[in-house]
């Protein structure tokens, strides 16, 4: 069983700085690709940054430049470092694995960028 735990969210001003965690549980984490989704109100779930095992990243267009993903192997965890917020930013985020085509989800973490 993988469990995923989010955390660091919070309220920030438009241009400001967030960095949320996602720790994994079991020793298999760092064989996977990681990836952060996010959801806001009313819209579908969408993904937002990925990384592979061996550290490739990839970004949704309208967060390239401004998030950076990364991971720490040794501590089961995965970041994602959020830059030059904006308030379209805003929403649930959502860390997430896949093994075995399951996909476990972390409960969320919000972030909301407002003034």
């Known amino acids: 069983q993988v469990q995923l735990v989010e955390s660091g969210g919070g309220l920030v001003q438009p241009g400001g700085s967030m960095r949320l965690s996602c720790a994994a549980s079991g020793s298999i984490f760092s064989i996977y690709t990681m990836h952060w989704y996010r959801q806001a109100p009313g819209k579908q779930r969408e993904l937002v940054a990925s990384?592979?095992?061996?550290?490739?990243?990839n970004y949704e267009d309208s967060v390239k430049g401004r998030f950076t993903i990364s991971r720490a192997n040794a501590k089961n965890t995965v970041y994602l470092q959020m830059n030059s917020l904006k308030p379209e930013d805003t929403a649930v985020y959502y860390c997430?694995?896949?093994?075995?085509?399951?996909?476990?989800w972390g409960q969320g973490t919000q972030v909301t960028v407002s003034s």
């Open positions: 997430n694995i896949r093994i075995m085509s399951y996909d476990y």
């Open positions: 990384i592979s095992a061996g550290g490739s990243t």
